[in-house]
């Protein structure tokens, strides 16, 4: 049985409110994380604007799964240099979104640190990349990948389906 997202929400706020401050810097990784991270900011009231990051550009199997019609730029509006970023995603699984992410972020500035917060980490790494803040590790079945949904009221849900290849961002193998 997959945990309740919105209990999984509330867990990772407990976790952030000792660990953030007003400036820190909180950016989401389209789609699922960046869903996740507008709620996080607005709940931890942070003062500096919320990023996103559409990671199309610099995933690596980008010559496999080529450009989808539906990539945005991604909007960082602030300055990243010396700052502490804190990234967002909904499940954490291979590594190679976040390291993705990672990378664009440079591209911004140089930030003082970065820290993770996903809302599920399902193991499988293969990266050496950890979440500083996790809601739950949970066990996906072989074949099938993990999915946050957003319904029209905004409220956030997780489920399991069968593993495709067809995402517009993020790990397309979740």
Known sequence: MLPDAESLIERLLRQLRAHVSSETGMVGIVTGGAWLA?????SLGLATPLGRLDISFYR???DEAGLH????????PFDVQGRKILLVDDVLYTGRTVRAA????????RPAAIELAVLVDRGGRELPIAAQYTGETVAVP???????????????????????RERTTGDARR
């Open 38 to 42: 507008e709620r996080l900011h607005r």
């Open 60 to 62: 690596d199997d980008f």
């Open 69 to 76: 019609h539906q990539v945005k730029p991604s909007q960082i």
């Open 102 to 109: 990672m990378n664009e972020l440079f591209d911004y500035g």
């Open 142 to 164: 072989p074949g099938k990948i993990l999915v946050l949904d957003r319904d029209d009221n905004g409220a956030l849900s997780l489920h399991l389906s069968d593993r495709r």
